[in-house]
């Protein structure tokens, strides 16, 4: 079953976000299997993540690689996962995208 994930840090920074994404393409998880969909988004400071994945099972395989990475960069925080009800894809889907 999809699960959103929701990640709230108040260490998140930009530059540790870049960081963290610089790390996990150099360990190959870039674009880890089973996730869907990913925005950070806040202000540079404070910014939180939400994904979306084929299952709470395919998120707890990934994070076996992000969990130190975080620890090493000193972010901790909360994770929430709610089940996924629907998932509807925009027109543009491909396009909002960067």
């Not at 540790?16 to 950070?40: I, S, T």
């Not at 925080?77 to 027109?91: R, Y």
């Amino acid at each position: 079953m999809p699960v959103v994930l929701r990640f709230t840090s108040t260490g998140l920074t930009s530059e540790k976000y870049d960081e963290v994404k610089r790390r996990l393409d150099a360990a190959g998880q870039g674009a880890p299997a089973g996730r869907l969909y990913h925005v950070c988004f806040g202000e540079k400071e404070q910014l939180r993540v939400s994904d979306i994945w084929e299952s709470r099972e395919a998120f707890d395989s990934f994070k076996q690689t992000l969990g130190p990475i975080l620890e090493d960069l000193g972010v901790a925080g909360d994770i929430e996962f709610f089940e996924v009800h629907n998932i509807i894809v925009g027109e543009n889907a491909a396009a909002a995208t960067s």
